[in-house]
Nanobody, 124 residues
Framework: VQLQASGGGLVQAGGSLRLSCAAS????????MGWFRQAPGKEREFVATISRGGGNRTYIDSVKGRFTISRDNAKNTVYLQMNDLKPEETAVYYCAATNLAVLTTTTPREYTYWGQGTQITVSS
């Protein structure tokens, strides 16, 4: 599967953005999807993951209540709605997919397919 992320940009602290990740192919619904981010000089960090049917979602603690991951299997797209963004969340955001036999996973190495990343810059 090929993944194409979009929706990044420059936003002021407290603002909102919605990322989209479009997947190629007809098997999107068979993949667990995740969002990760990587700031300069830091390791890639898990942000959110969603199960194949969308019924299970997991978030890193720092984004709970502000970010929402969702998916539309009919459109082969996963989304990340981000509200109340903070300057420390400036990073390149990546979507990822895995067909491992798991409900969801927060571990980057368990994801097989990665999008190209989209830059989010949050100004203070």
């Amino acid at each position: 599967v090929q993944l194409q992320a979009s929706g990044g940009g420059l936003v002021q602290a407290g603002g909102s953005l919605r990322l989209s990740c479009a997947a190629s192919g007809q098997t999107f619904r068979s993949y667990v999807m995740g969002w990760f981010r990587q700031a300069p000089g830091k390791e890639r960090e898990f942000v959110a993951t969603i199960s194949r049917g969308g019924g299970n979602r997991t978030y890193i603690d720092s984004v709970k209540g502000r970010f929402t991951i969702s998916r539309d299997n009919a459109k082969n797209t996963v989304y990340l709605q981000m509200n109340d963004l903070k300057p420390e969340e400036t990073a390149v955001y990546y979507c990822a997919a895995t067909n491992l036999a798991v409900l969801t996973t927060t571990t980057p190495r368990e994801y097989t397919y990665w999008g190209q990343g989209t830059q989010i810059t949050v100004s203070s």
